[in-house]
């Protein structure tokens, strides 16, 4: 079945050491999203690609990186985690930008210690 | 700013029995609004989304209603069932989602 897919499902990691979350699609979709979803709160866009242009939101902290390295695959980098960045973050798909219907993976649970 | 709000935060319902969600929303120009479904540590599934055009749109026991003069939309659950039970979300675009209501259905 064509699907979102998220990996590892669930990351542990230390204070201040970089950690890197997957997402792999094979819609075939042009644009690919990541949102942090924190305990009983609304996901938060973090930053989208579109194709290959990468589309950053305001507020999304310079800790956050991204990458796409094909249509495939998209990555989320957070440099140095903070207490503060254990959330649930969330990968989607969409065939391509506007209104188009989103598809999400099933998240990756990200603890911080 | 571009708001979704959403109603009750928390709802707790006997299995079998209906249930309305609320959704207000204060954006302009409209798209279209969507809902979602999300289980307990998974990502959110897509149920319906409503273009300003729509009234009304149908997913199996799942009815979202939408009312672009008042900005509202609603998301109706008939005979609900054990496996109701998760947050649901409204959303206007990529961008913009709701802090969503948990249900909970209890036998």
């Known amino acids: 079945d064509a699907m979102v897919i998220q990996n590892p499902r669930y990351q542990v990691t230390q204070f201040g050491k970089p950690v890197t979350l997957s997402c792999s699609q094979t819609?075939?979709?042009?644009?690919m999203y990541w949102y942090q979803q924190k305990s009983s709160q609304a996901p938060k866009l973090l930053f989208h690609y579109y194709d290959k242009d990468f589309n950053n939101e305001a507020d999304t902290p310079d800790n956050f990186q991204s990458r796409r390295p094909n249509t495939s695959f998209c990555f989320l980098d957070i440099r140095s985690p903070g207490l503060g960045d254990a959330a649930m973050y969330l990968c989607?798909?969409?065939?391509?930008?506007?209104?188009?219907?989103?598809?999400f993976g099933p998240g990756t649970r990200l603890t911080v210690t | 700013k571009n708001q979704v709000e959403q109603s009750p935060q928390s709802l707790i319902i006997l299995e079998g029995k209906n249930c309305t969600l609320q959704?207000?929303?204060?954006?302009?120009?409209?798209?279209?609004l969507r809902w979602y479904k999300q289980d307990t540590g998974r990502g959110p599934v897509s149920l319906t989304i409503m273009t300003f055009s729509e009234n009304t749109k149908s997913n199996g026991r799942y009815t979202a209603t939408l009312d672009a003069d008042t900005k509202q939309s609603s998301l109706h659950i008939t005979a609900s069932q054990l496996s109701d039970s998760a947050s649901y979300i409204c959303a206007r675009t990529a961008l913009i989602f709701g802090k969503g209501t948990t249900l909970s259905v209890s036998s």
């Open positions: 989607a798909t969409s065939r391509d930008a506007g209104d188009y219907e989103q598809y």
């Open positions: 959704c207000n929303y204060t954006v302009s120009p409209f798209s279209n």
């Open positions: 819609l075939n979709h042009n644009v």
